[in-house]
């Protein structure tokens, strides 16, 4: 069953019916303020740092589900009769309903007793702020007499504390409820009364937030209490519902903000209300005016305020917005036969990359904001389906990922967004975090062909005077492993790999104990066959790097090893990964702190891991020997589901001391054998690499949110984005899926969709074609800007084969191989690809 249905042609989801399985959520803000809103307008924002600056509170874990977020009530002052147009929270049953969920904004339209509206939300470029344009249309034949109420609860900025340290939180929250006029008449905001939400700003903090909105207020509200009453919530506020507010002042407890308007429509009128929200810094030493008093300065905050304010402007910056993404998508657009691909790939898998890249994996309906900074590993994968977009924003990434970096060449875990700095408390000894930075530095350069970032000189450690070459970042990722190496002389695992729940070093049995941060082993032992896999792909890269950096850099610049040190170093892993870390019929996982494999035959449970026959065979291992499709025969008996490809098998029954977190999942769940998204693109990649289009393009299909909107019941989760996880065979749910958004799936499918099944692949010397695609299709157009190129790309398969280019010529010229290179400035390129 579907809870609505893609609109492609505005590149929107809309959503048909307000009650979806979970609430679908979007994000506004696509640079340093953000917001989180589902289709029936909850949700919280949050300036940068989803933990530290929180603007407005949200309560998770909630019932009723998603209860809190921006929200507007209308009140027929005739009748009493009042409802929410976003149908939450009052829930009255509307006569039409609908949401719209594009590109950082989301529109949501009903209609309620003949009073139809419209509420759209986004934040402008360039802005701290959202907005919210409010339309109203009388089309109930009569006059009518309406109150709009908004309605937000300001979060005390540090979420954490804001939820627990109640002692203090009841007595300092502060507000200001102050005209927005400027001195000087006539520039605009007269009669118009702005809600300031000030706690902690009297001492060490320089920030506060807004929220005004566009009319004469008939009354506000500032005190939970006194809008809701005391024991009402917020399907049933006393203000809404008696239809006025107290004009309420908080001195503590819970300051919200809310706007009291009264509209009157004559039949058929409409008119539009805008509501801005948003944040403010001023300088240190002008926070106050007169700057002997304890009032906020407004006067840096208050022409922003204004312009916002009217809906011309507020237009203005929507339009601003749309074509902002108009050309950040339109850096890929394919036409293929399948519509699921095509609406992924050309608008929602590019969309949830970006907000990957911006949010890492802190603030979802899945995540808290609170628990998690920006992920090492993570941030450095999210590259891969961003950096076609803004490489400048990926580059900033990389610089300040690998300023975290150690000086042993290993890697701080995660790092805060709001000061860039590692993160002590969960620290380092994720033996497959550093080979990830070569990956991602290596994407980068493929994208933009910007070989002075191995020169730009970056900290260790966050340590001033400690800078050094990127490159040298990079090598000493590579020694990190070469320095770890166990018994076998497989690289050791350390706290986790990529799987941060297989904890071979933790041995935890107490209760609430971190696996990730735990160690009760000191290390020298348990070893990843992943992290082997990993790091030749890295030494591959590396060594692929340093043959183009010579070429293009000459001798300037100071090589420690050569181009066939590192293939050298891949060579000799891939020995040991014959020697140590292959079963027969497919690769292994790991050795565990007593030296016993994982991963095998051998196994009853855990027998056989998707991980290593990904990386492995992406990393080139057994593509010559045929153990490649061993492997993937192997995936495809044991691990595949209609719903995906399960991490492991046969789940672990029982948790095990020796194992950590992975075997405290019930069997079928999160990575004890749950459908871990992320991992299946690399499968889908290893598949494209021995040639098996159609076997890529099945898994494709089977994890694919579009193609799974028609099971929407069983899946839960948004049709529109990649969830991190969908339950696996052996859980009671099987099919279901669960932490959409926030996943390395969006960027791996991005990544295996464009640059391995249609085969449109950036490298160090041009753009790859190289499409491995299912036999039945005819061909398919891709668009493609590529530094600075625009590539019209038309692939035909007149003999129906999987994988193999016949020819391609550019611009009607014929090309040798398959990397095409047009020249800065060449504007459009014609591209026509022969496959046979
Ligand atoms: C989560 C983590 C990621 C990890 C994966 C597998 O998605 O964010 O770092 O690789 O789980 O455990
Ligand atoms: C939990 C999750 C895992 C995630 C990890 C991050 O273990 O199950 O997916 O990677 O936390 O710390």
């Known amino acids: 069953m579907k809870y609505g249905y893609f609109d492609d042609t505005s590149r929107e989801y809309v959503i048909t019916q307000p009650d979806t399985p979970l609430p679908w959520i979007n994000y506004l803000g696509c640079e340093e303020y953000f917001g989180l809103i589902s289709n029936t307008a909850g949700g919280y924002s949050f300036y940068r740092d989803a933990r530290l600056r929180r603007l407005t509170r949200y309560r998770y874990n909630n019932s009723p589900l998603d209860m809190g977020g921006r929200y507007l009530y209308l009140r027929d002052n005739k009748s009493g009769k009042y409802w929410s147009p976003s149908w939450m929270p009052t829930r009255t049953k509307l006569d039409e309903y609908e949401c719209r969920h594009g590109q950082g904004y989301t529109i949501i339209t009903s209609k309620f007793n003949g009073i139809k509206s419209s509420a759209r939300y986004f934040v402008p470029l360039g802005e701290s702020l959202e907005i919210w344009q409010m339309t109203l249309t009388n089309e109930s034949g009569s006059d009518s007499d309406l109150s709009l109420f908004s309605a937000i609860e300001f979060c005390l900025w540090d979420a954490n504390d804001d939820a627990t340290n109640f002692q203090r939180n009841y007595s300092i929250g502060q507000v200001e409820i102050a005209p927005l006029a400027l001195e000087r008449r006539g520039a605009g905001g007269e009669g118009l009364t702005v809600i300031y939400h000030k706690t902690e700003y009297r001492e060490r903090r320089d920030h506060f937030a807004y929220f005004a909105c566009s009319e004469k207020l008939a009354g506000y509200d500032t005190q939970r209490e006194s809008f809701l009453g005391n024991y009402q919530g917020w399907d049933q506020p006393q203000a809404v519902e008696s239809g006025s507010s107290s004009n309420s002042e908080a001195h503590g407890w819970q300051p919200i903000g809310s706007h009291h308007v009264r509209v009157h429509l004559k039949a058929g009128e409409q008119k539009q209300v805008v509501f801005v929200l948003g944040y403010h810094e001023n300088p240190k030493d002008a926070k106050f005016d007169p700057p002997e008093s304890q009032i906020i300065n407004k006067q840096t905050v208050k022409p922003i305020i204004i312009k916002y304010l009217q809906p011309a402007n507020a237009d203005e910056a929507f339009n601003t917005l749309r074509d902002y993404w108009t050309m950040l998508l339109g850096k890929f657009q394919v036409t293929t036969p399948d519509t699921d691909t095509n609406r992924m790939v050309n608008i929602w898998n590019a969309y949830q990359c970006m907000v990957t890249f911006n949010m890492s994996r802190s603030a979802s309906y899945f995540e808290s904001g609170i628990g998690r900074g920006m992920g090492f590993r993570d941030s450095n994968q999210d590259l891969l389906g961003f950096v076609h977009m803004i490489p400048e924003r990926a580059r900033e990434r990389i610089l300040d990922l690998s300023a975290t970096q150690l000086k042993n060449g290993g890697a701080f875990h995660q790092y805060q967004p709001l000061t860039k700095r590692g993160n002590n408390d969960v620290g380092s000894g994720f033996n497959d975090d550093p080979a990830w930075l070569v990956i991602g530095v290596a994407a980068y350069i493929k994208e933009s062909g910007d070989w002075s970032i191995l020169d730009a000189p970056v900290q260790y450690e966050n340590e001033t005077g400690s800078e050094a070459p990127l490159y040298d970042h990079l090598q000493r990722s590579i020694q990190y492993t070469l320095d770890r190496l166990g018994p076998n002389n497989l690289p050791l695992i350390g706290r986790a790999d990529w799987n941060d729940c297989l904890n071979l070093n933790c041995f935890s049995d107490t209760p609430g104990q971190s696996f990730q941060t735990t160690t009760a082993k000191d290390g020298t032992i348990a070893e990843s066959v992943f992290i082997a896999g990993l790091f030749i792909l890295a030494c591959k890269e590396m060594a692929g790097l340093t043959r183009k950096a010579k070429e293009e850099r000459g001798d300037s610049f100071v090589f420690h090893l050569s181009s066939d040190d590192y293939l050298k170093f891949a060579s000799d892993m891939e020995s040991t990964v014959w020697a140590a870390g292959w079963d027969g019929d497919w690769f292994r996982r790991a050795y565990d702190n ?36 061993k492997a993937l025969d192997s995936v495809a008996e044991h691990l595949a589901t209609p719903h995906g490809i399960v991490l492991q098998q046969p789940a672990f029954s029982q948790y095990y001391l020796h194992l ?177």
């Open 594 to 629: 007593f030296g016993h494999v994982l991963g095998s035959k051998e196994n009853t449970e855990g027998s056989i891991f998707i991980e290593p026959q990904g990386i492995c065979i992406m990393a080139g291992l057994g593509i010559e020997n045929g153990n490649a499709v």
């Open 660 to 836: 950590g977190e992975i075997s405290s999942y019930p069997p079928g769940y999160k990575e004890n054998a749950g459908i871990f998204c992320h991992s299946n693109p690399w499968i889908m990649i290893a598949e494209t690499m021995v040639g098996r289009g159609d076997k890529a393009f099945d898994y494709y299909k089977r994890i694919n949110p579009s193609a799974r909107e028609g099971i929407s019941e069983l899946h839960k989760c948004e049709p529109y984005v990649y969830a991190q996880m969908i339950a696996g065979k052996d859980a009671a749910t099987h099919g279901e899926a669960k932490n959409s958004w926030l996943t390395g799936t969006a960027a791996w499918n991005y990544a295996a969709i464009t640059q391995y099944i249609l085969g449109i692949r950036p490298s160090f010397d041009g753009l790859e074609i190289e499409p491995v695609i299912p036999a039945d299709w005819d061909g398919f157009k891709v668009t493609r800007k590529y530094r600075d190129v625009t590539y019209h790309i038309n692939v035909t398969n007149p003999k129906h084969v999987c994988k193999g280019v016949e020819k391609i010529t550019v611009n009607g010229r014929l090309v040798e191989g398959n990397v095409i290179h047009a020249e800065k400035g060449a504007g459009e390129v014609n591209v026509e690809v022969v496959m046979g």
